[in-house]
């Protein structure tokens, strides 16, 4: 069984703040794709990665062990140009995560590829503890449901002929992976995800994900 994880490093990450996109910057002494990168090359059950960039960033990435294409005009574009890139070898099952979830867990990805042994997809995600408000103008509209929602995490995992054909056939934009892999009729797993699985966003999240891999 062959699995490639690809990592979507194509975007610019603006809310992060910073001189250069997010997965460029700085983080507890390493830049944040490569400990993206590190999370999966050092598992076992991952044979090759395949790292998507943007065409400005091309000469920033000097890693030889790992497969580089382009990134397309947004992230579903990204996505379906590495789908494509690896598509010569002929995975069985593929993992698509985001570069800025460097602090990503060997047990999230387990929990993922386990699934797959059933299922056509499977993504890692947390129950929504919260109560949640509708609001209009400062004032609470309403309350919202919480028992059947989700956090949802990468990486998403996917038999790869199935989510290739899914995102071929798509014209329209989604949110994620899982997206493109439900309107075309894959069933997808909701395994464990973690809180330490943190997607920087905010340069508050530099320091958490510091604290994170400190403490590892």
Known sequence: MTTIAIIVAAGRGTRAGGDVPKQWQMLCGKRVLDWTIEAF??????DDICVVLHPDDVDLLNTPSVITCLGGENRNDSVKNGL????????????????????????????????????????????????????????????????????????????????????EKNTETASDDVEIARRFGLDVAITLGSEDNLKITTPQDFARADRILRNR
């Open 41 to 46: 090359q050092s598992h076992s059950k991952i």
């Open 84 to 167: 494509r890139a690896i598509s010569a070898k002929s995975p069985d099952l593929v993992l698509i995560h985001d570069a800025a979830r460097a602090t990503v867990e060997a047990s999230v990805i387990d929990g993922v590829l386990n699934a797959l042994k059933t299922h056509d997809a499977a993504a890692p995600a947390l129950a929504v503890t919260d109560a949640l408000w509708h609001g209009s103008e400062g004032l609470v509209t309403g309350v919202q449901d919480r028992s059947t929602l989700f956090r949802a995490q990468t990486p998403q995992g996917f038999k790869f002929n199935k989510i290739l054909e899914a995102n």
